[in-house]
């Protein structure tokens, strides 16, 4: 089963220079998650997806950052104009959907990751 | 909004030595998952836990949910090298539809 892939794995750009990312989720994963992850911290949640609608954007700064999941498999995060404090690194996940009937949670699959330097 | 916290934030043994993390929450739970993220990797899920009292073991790593489903352990026997990364909690109360992640413990092993 291949995992979830990500572009690029590395991106540097000066701040108030736009930049994108892809994922390209497990096949079958109806619910795709954005993190952004600051060096030694745990990951944040930007946005969560389930199939192409939202479900959790309330950590998503909106005024700069923004993300689509049109046909409900690829999704791509953007962010426009880029400033200093969003260097991390993004996480893309994905899960079969997010909760088991029984209450439980599906395990998150994690791409590698793309390495943000804003200079 | 709901709070998870992780306790040590960091944890440097030697290797052999048993090691310990804390997860505490102030409310009340539904689940919890435990991942591991290597130097340099990313997160891989290792274990969820759903019910009170609930006690899972993965060959030395045994996981703890708390009777009231507010805390959580992991606990590692007789470290190795390959235990090295930070470990986090992620957890999930009520009809949440989204995971809160603690900031990890940061495990460092002595050869």
């Known amino acids: 089963e291949a995992g979830v892939a990500q572009s690029p794995r590395y991106k540097i750009i000066e701040k108030r220079q736009s930049v994108a990312f892809w994922c390209n989720p497990i096949s079958g994963h109806a619910t795709l998650y954005w993190y952004q992850q600051i060096l030694g911290q745990g990951p944040k949640l930007l946005i969560q997806f389930q199939n192409n609608g939202v479900v959790d954007d309330s950590q998503l700064p909106k005024d700069r950052f923004s993300a689509e999941r049109l046909k409900g498999v690829d999704s791509t995060l953007k962010i426009q104009p880029a400033k200093l404090e969003d260097s991390a690194v993004y996480l893309c996940a994905s899960s079969l959907v997010f909760r088991r009937s029984d209450g439980s949670s599906y395990e998150q699959y994690f791409g590698p990751g793309t390495r943000l330097t804003v200079t | ?111």
């Open chain 2, 1 to 111: 909004g709901q709070q998870v916290m992780q306790i040590p934030q960091y944890q440097h043994v030697q290797e052999g030595e048993d090691f310990t993390t804390y997860c505490n929450s102030s409310t009340t739970l539904s689940n919890i998952q435990w991942y591991k993220q290597r130097p340099g990797g990313h997160p891989v899920f290792l274990i969820q836990l759903v019910k009170s009292g609930e006690v899972k073991k993965q060959k030395r790593l045994t996981f703890q949910f708390g009777e009231a489903k507010k805390n959580s352990s992991l606990h590692i026997t007789a470290t190795q090298t390959t235990d090295v990364g930070t470990y986090f909690c992620a957890v999930n109360a009520g009809n949440n539809r989204k995971l809160i992640w603690g900031l990890g413990t940061s495990l460092a092993v002595n050869p």
